[in-house]
């Protein structure tokens, strides 16, 4: 296989369990297709279970601690090196579609983003802007989840070419207001939606490459089923809110865990989570998380609703492929950037939470040439696509990455490339910060600076309901993970530059 396409498909915050493949309530035939024709790795896991971390990881091959952007409100240096870097060097077109939230929606002389108010909003701008940024050649983006106000860019340019002029009624204004913001159904044909944005433009920019006759690297970015929970018709009512069945939390299982878990349950004015405050910017998922039953079904509805509208139009990019005859000679990797809780332990959403429903990924390849309807346990870490595509691409991978190539993997030709994943998560200078390691069988989290902590045995407790941390029959087992902690720690450091002589 030589110089091979490289399609990169994400969604935002999707449950691994969000695949027809194994969830028979979801519908994904798109997705579904992808598993028969590739891979399905069922232990893949995000770097750090937020969207400017992970993302950032993806393009570098570098953890978050590495890369510098180490949690929301930050940016990635625009002076990193990324994947896009190095594979322009070697004759590919680079190109983003969709999300990016690389940088903040903030803009500040020492940490400049383009991702902010009212420069998203600035039409002009986006209508001179198309790249070179982080290594995309070309860049087609928008920050909005639903209708929220942060919408513009690239997308509202679309939206006005295709006839919506109007395309500010169906988003909240801005200067943000006092407008309520729609829930569950929207009223923006999906013609006009994001999602179909995402679909379209890049199959017009998978096209435009074959005409100059490049190899690409594409990323479709789609930003669903990232909430607020808000689709169009007729993926708004394609679920019964009756038939949802959401996560449940058990009687006792937070007992052994950290507070801040604890605090969740409360009602709302009841939890406190100042402990864990040290500057004025809020910790996700810090707030009380008790939630009406019949609101939490109406919401998982839509969640499957959005997941099924992506699924389309993932659909039509994979059909692209065939009918331009290139689908065998491009590498097709489906993934999303972090998971989300559906009522799993009491939780919804996201935050300092690192059980497997928001570490742990759906993640399908499919390798050109490669045997179809594979399922694997080999660890996966979105930290590894970087190097995984110089690899496929015959490209040295270059020192300053940490994440490992598991093209050999991919390809069937070796079992596994790595027997753990590192997840982190820092959302405060130093009173939230923890960090993971998730090997085959037992995994361990460890928090700054204080005593308590987390041991699973997911091979005995799968759902993880109970924390043997303190338990003193598995002592051996925390101590030897701890020490796995930090031989990865070792392990991850990077060599940008090769040792060339005695001194």
């Known amino acids: 296989m030589t110089r091979p396409n490289i399609l990169l ?72 090196p990324t994947l896009g870097d190095d594979l322009q060097r070697a004759g590919y077109a680079t190109t983003l579609v969709g999300k990016a939230h690389f940088q903040s929606l903030k803009n500040k002389p020492d940490q400049t983003s383009i991702e902010c108010q009212p420069l998203l909003r600035d039409l002009d701008f986006w ?28 997308y509202a340019l679309w939206m006005e070419e295709k006839g919506l002029h109007n395309w500010r009624d169906y988003f909240q204004d801005w200067p943000q207001n006092n407008k309520p913001p729609r829930e569950h159904v929207w009223d923006l044909p999906e013609e006009f939606h994001y999602t179909t944005w995402t679909a379209e433009r890049s199959i017009a920019n998978i096209e435009q490459h074959l005409a100059d006759k490049q190899p690409f690297f594409l990323w479709a970015s789609f930003h669903d089923p990232h909430p607020p929970y808000l689709v169009p018709e007729p993926w708004a009512t394609m679920y019964a ?41 809020g910790n996700h998922g810090f707030h009380s998380h008790l939630t009406d039953a019949h609101q939490m079904k109406r919401d998982m509805a839509i969640y499957y609703g959005m997941t099924s509208f992506m699924d389309q139009q993932i659909g039509r990019i994979l ?12 590498i097709v990797v489906f993934t999303t950037d972090h998971g989300h809780f559906l009522g799993q332990h009491g939780l919804f959403y996201k935050g300092a939470f690192h059980y497997e429903d ?68 820092r959302h405060q200078p130093t009173r939230l910060h923890l960090r993971t390691l998730v090997e085959e069988r037992y995994k361990i989290t460890v928090y700054r600076n204080e005593k308590y902590g987390e041991l699973w045995d997911l091979e005995n407790d799968p759902t993880e309901r109970r924390n043997l941390w303190d338990n003193p029959a598995f002592a051996d087992v925390k101590c030897m ?9 070792l392990d991850c450091e990077p060599t940008r530059y090769a040792r060339i002589a005695g001194a």
């Not at 499919?366 to 346990?377: A, H, R």
């Open 241 to 281: 809110p009756a038939d949802m069945e959401p996560g449940t939390l058990q009687d006792g299982e937070m007992e052994l865990l950290p507070p801040h878990f604890q605090e969740t349950q409360k009602a709302r004015g009841q939890a406190d989570f100042s402990a864990w405050q040290e500057t004025p910017h």
């Open 319 to 330: 059909d692209s492929l065939e009918e331009r005859g290139i689908a065998e000679n491009t």
């Open 481 to 489: 993970m701890l020490r796995k902690m930090v031989d990865a720690a």
């Open 9 to 80: 498909i994400t969604s935002d915050q999707q449950h691994f369990s969000m695949l027809g493949a194994v969830n028979p309530k979801l519908k994904t035939p798109a997705l579904d297709r992808l598993c028969s024709e590739g891979t399905r790795f069922n232990r893949a896991y995000c770097p750090n279970p937020t969207c400017t971390p992970t993302r950032a990881s993806i393009i570098t091959g570098m953890y978050p601690s590495q890369h510098g952007a180490w949690t929301l409100g930050t940016k990635l240096d625009e002076a990193i």
């Open 358 to 425: 928001l570490l742990r990924l759906p993640f399908i390849v499919k390798m050109p040439g490669q045997k179809g309807g594979q399922t694997s346990e080999a660890i996966q870490s979105l930290v590894d696509l970087a190097p995984t595509f110089l690899d496929a691409a015959g490209l040295d991978i270059p020192g300053r990455m940490t994440g490992v190539s598991q093209l050999d993997v991919w390809q069937g030709e070796r079992e596994a490339a790595r027997d753990y994943a590192v997840c982190e998560f």
């Open 127 to 154: 209508r001179d802007f198309h790249g070179d940024w982080y290594g995309f050649s070309r860049v087609e983006t928008a920050r909005m989840h639903a209708d929220e106000a942060h919408a513009g860019g690239h």
